[in-house]
């Protein structure tokens, strides 16, 4: 326990030592490190312990005595987040909760379950299956569905089903000073007393920790298709994205990779039959009559705005493969430059304004003489780039930023968000204010201040300590 020593003052060791959790707790400096950062270029920070919590009763006795002490508390799942949320930037105790990964009930009747926050997205669907049921919300990366909570995560599938916000029904959470909460319900209305539910969910570990959460589930689709529609131009590309969300087409997902991004795929999951242009992969969920519907009415569409190409298949190995190279998108851009580091940005616009946000990045990009590839889950008016830094530019790292600043104001004056689906963390905090303005973010610190009076919670991440 020595080395924990460095940063824990001994009445805390003392009080870790009579908690038992034996080697759930570890100040190991290789896990220290893994616990550090998540995928973001945040400067990396120790925690001084790490604790893996394996029961809510773990995460109560550890915030019990992290309040008591007043012990900073860095929730931490998969470690998979771009903003810097998981950096527990005043070290204390990194609260791992990546080993609580039991799904506790299931209610096929009334489509909901009930999991631990340690569950990934694929391993609850490859549970479900034999049930005819699935949970949607599709970040494209291997992470928690808890830290999707904290981080009001979305994805792919959103355009139709939502994002996560709209599929939980309720939380188990434990507070800063260890008492626990329920929230929500099985029922799909309530009108009584404040939505606590919607408060914890996009709180980023700032409030509580979240032990268990209900989610709403839905049937798999009797029938799906893939369709990938590829352009001469980014115009014309935005243009029918626009037109099918217009007409009302429940596309289940509409994906949109620039020039850039498509060369990248292409090279990183072997795709020879695409062209480095402009491209949409769209996805279409229903009967096989609707199905085939609806991906003749794009079809039609795309063909209107001049689309170069258009071809879509029904077998299930022809659709992994390309949501498996539309998932890679990110890891096939840093592929482009060999040792480079990404920021992603995570600009969301109304619809309407799409075109204009998209096309003006790409001046921006160009602008910066940057290399930029940009994807975006453009159904519901969000988009990325991935802005890589190249390792052999001293000055990229600081270009690549002010980049990003470029391309959030942009989207926030055609009333967009900074952050979509990522979140704030460290990284988009600059912009809450210019968002929401001071008296909300003075709201917001208020909600923080009553249910986390000692700051134990996360510190750092949202605002500014």
Same mark, same amino acid.
């Given at each position: 326990? *020595?080395?924990?020593?460095?940063?824990?003052?001994?009445?805390?060791?003392?009080?870790?030592?009579?908690?038992?959790?034996? =080697?759930?707790?570890?100040?190991?400096? @290789?896990? %220290?490190?893994?616990?550090?950062?998540?995928?973001?270029?945040?400067?990396?920070?120790?925690?001084?312990?790490?604790?893996?919590?394996?029961?809510?009763?773990?995460v109560v006795r550890t915030l019990t005595l992290c309040h008591q002490h007043g012990i900073a508390v860095t929730p931490f799942g998969a470690g998979t987040s771009l903003e810097g949320h998981v950096t527990p930037v005043r070290r204390g105790v990194s609260l791992d909760v990546s080993k609580m990964a039991a799904i506790l009930e299931v209610n096929a009747e009334?489509?909901?379950?009930?999991?631990?926050?340690?569950?990934?997205?694929?391993?609850?669907? +490859?549970? /479900?299956?034999?049930?005819?049921?699935?949970?949607?919300?599709?970040?494209?990366?291997?992470?928690?569905?808890?830290?999707?909570?904290?981080?009001?995560?979305?994805?792919?599938? $959103?355009?139709?089903?939502?994002?996560?916000?709209? *599929?939980?029904?309720?939380?188990?959470?434990?507070?800063?000073?260890? #008492?626990?909460?329920?929230?929500?319900?099985?029922? &799909?209305?309530?009108?009584?007393?404040? =939505?606590?539910?919607?408060?914890?969910?996009?709180? +980023?570990?700032?409030?509580?920790?979240?032990?268990?959460?209900?989610?709403?589930?839905?049937?798999?689709? +009797?029938?799906?298709?893939?369709?990938?529609?590829?352009?001469?131009?980014? !115009?014309?590309?935005?243009?029918?994205?626009?037109?099918?969300?217009?007409?009302?087409?429940?596309?289940?997902?509409?994906?949109?990779?620039?020039?850039?991004?498509?060369?990248?795929?292409?090279?990183?999951?072997?795709?020879? =039959?695409?062209?480095?242009?402009?491209?949409?992969?769209?996805?279409?969920?229903?009967?096989?009559?609707?199905? #085939?519907?609806?991906?003749?009415?794009?079809?039609?569409? !795309?063909? =209107?705005?001049?689309? $170069?190409?258009?071809?879509?298949?029904?077998?299930? +190995?022809?659709? *992994?493969?390309?949501?498996? !190279? &539309?998932?890679?998108?990110?890891?096939?851009?840093?592929?482009?430059?060999?040792?480079?580091?990404?920021?992603?940005?995570?600009?969301?616009?109304?619809?309407? #304004?799409?075109?204009?946000?998209?096309?003006?990045?790409?001046?921006?990009?160009?602008?910066?003489?940057? /290399? @930029?590839?940009?994807?975006?889950?453009?159904?519901?008016?969000?988009?990325?780039?991935?802005?890589?830094?190249?390792?052999?530019?001293?000055?990229? /790292?600081? %270009?690549?930023?002010?980049?990003?600043?470029?391309?959030?104001?942009?989207?926030? $004056?055609?009333?967009?968000?900074?952050?979509?689906?990522?979140?704030?963390?460290?990284?988009?905090?600059?912009?809450?204010?210019?968002?929401?303005?001071?008296?909300?973010?003075?709201?917001?610190?208020?909600?923080?201040?009553?249910?986390?009076?000692?700051?134990?919670?996360?510190p750092g991440k949202i605002f500014r300590n």
């Open positions: 326990m *020595n080395e924990m020593s460095i940063g824990l003052p001994d009445v805390v060791l003392q009080g870790f030592d009579a908690l038992g959790l034996g =080697d759930r707790l570890t100040v190991n400096a @290789a896990i %220290r490190e893994q616990h550090s950062h998540g995928e973001d270029t945040t400067t990396p920070v120790m925690p001084d312990a790490v604790v893996f919590a394996e029961t809510t009763d773990d009334d489509m909901d379950c009930v999991i631990e926050p340690g569950v990934t997205r694929q391993q609850l669907n +490859e549970y /479900l299956r034999d049930q005819g049921l699935f949970f949607p919300v599709d970040p494209g990366s291997h992470c928690t569905i808890g830290g999707m909570c904290a981080t009001r995560a979305s994805g792919t599938n $959103a355009v139709r089903y939502g994002t996560i916000r709209e *599929n939980v029904l309720g939380l188990e959470v434990v507070l800063a000073d260890g #008492r626990v909460i329920q929230t929500g319900g099985r029922t &799909r209305k309530a009108a009584n007393g404040y =939505d606590l539910t919607r408060l914890f969910i996009g709180s +980023e570990g700032t409030l509580g920790v979240i032990t268990r959460i209900r989610l709403r589930l839905h049937g798999i689709p +009797e029938a799906q298709s893939a369709a990938v529609c590829q352009f001469e131009s980014l !115009a014309a590309c935005v243009e029918t994205v626009i037109a099918v969300m217009q007409v009302g087409i429940p596309v289940a997902r509409i994906e949109l990779l620039d020039e850039v991004q498509m060369g990248a795929c292409i090279a990183f999951s072997k795709l020879p =039959d695409m062209q480095p242009i402009p491209t949409l992969f769209l996805e279409f969920d229903g009967t096989p009559a609707s199905v #085939r519907e609806q991906a003749e009415q794009v079809e039609a569409i !795309a063909r =209107d705005f001049g689309a $170069a190409s258009f071809a879509w298949a029904t077998d299930a +190995e022809a659709r *992994n493969r390309l949501w498996k !190279a &539309r998932h890679d998108a990110y890891w096939a851009g840093i592929a482009m430059v060999p040792g480079s580091r990404g920021i992603a940005t995570d600009v969301c616009v109304p619809i309407s #304004r799409l075109a204009e946000a998209l096309l003006g990045a790409k001046e921006d990009i160009a602008a910066s003489g940057l /290399l @930029a590839p940009m994807v975006g889950h453009v159904g519901d008016g969000n988009f990325h780039t991935v802005i890589l830094v190249p390792p052999d530019q001293p000055d990229a /790292l600081e %270009r690549a930023w002010a980049l990003d600043k470029k391309i959030v104001a942009r989207g926030l $004056a055609l009333g967009g968000t900074c952050s979509g689906e990522h979140g704030i963390g460290l990284g988009k905090r600059e912009f809450l204010e210019t968002e929401h303005g001071a008296e909300a973010l003075a709201v917001m610190r208020s909600l923080k201040t009553a249910l986390d009076p000692k700051g134990i919670m996360n």
